[in-house]
């Protein structure tokens, strides 16, 4: 079995339209079916993940508590819960709240152009972080990230700063004066 990871190609309805190495659609992006994890703590914080230093690429910044791509054959919210024990050590519930498309330059001549799927739960799990994957851990409420990112935006991933945009809107419109569960 070959260790090459590859990535489900998709059109933009996130219908099946092949496969690709994982390399390969980064360096010839075509766009490819993905999905972002957002668990929130009781007091609304959001668990952020820093990339581990050693990352092929955005080694050492900081994004959403988990992301990845589903292997063929295998449900986007199975490949999310499996990523989420293989990066973080825990797994919750958590719901597929919407998603969107984006294309995004993430440097080294690498693009992103992803059928992202964004799922948000809630948790109090402490991480167990996988040290190949996950430099450190943190929570952060929403606000405070979104100041955060507008005076340090290079500390960020480029895809969790579009994601998060759509997160906090999605957020605002579909949980206005309620916690979000």
């Not at 190609?9 to 490819?32: F, Q, R, S, Y």
């Not at 063929?72 to 969107?100: I, L, P, S, V, Y």
Request: charged share 30%; hydrophobic share 35%.
């Amino acid at each position: 079995m070959s260790d090459k990871e590859y990535v489900i190609l998709v059109d933009e309805n996130d219908k099946e339209i092949g496969i690709k190495e994982k390399m390969e659609a980064h360096l010839h992006p075509e766009l490819h079916r993905a999905f972002s994890v957002f668990i929130f703590n009781e007091n609304d914080e959001l668990m952020l993940q820093q990339r581990a230093l050693s990352k092929y690429h955005s080694p050492g910044l900081w994004t959403n508590t988990c992301c990845s791509h589903p292997r063929q054959g295998e449900k986007t919210n199975d490949a999310a819960h499996r990523r989420m024990m293989e990066e973080m050590g825990f797994d919750c519930d958590f719901e597929k709240a919407f998603h969107f498309t984006y294309r995004a330059d993430v440097g080294d001549g690498l693009i992103e152009h992803e059928f992202d799927h964004v799922f948000i739960g809630r948790s109090e799990a402490k991480p167990t972080i996988n040290p190949d994957e996950v430099h450190d851990w943190k929570y952060m409420g929403m606000e405070e990230i979104k100041k955060d990112m507008q005076k340090n935006p290079g500390n960020y991933t480029v895809w969790f700063r579009i994601a998060f945009e759509e997160v906090d809107h999605y957020l605002k419109t579909n949980f206005v004066n309620r916690k979000i569960d």
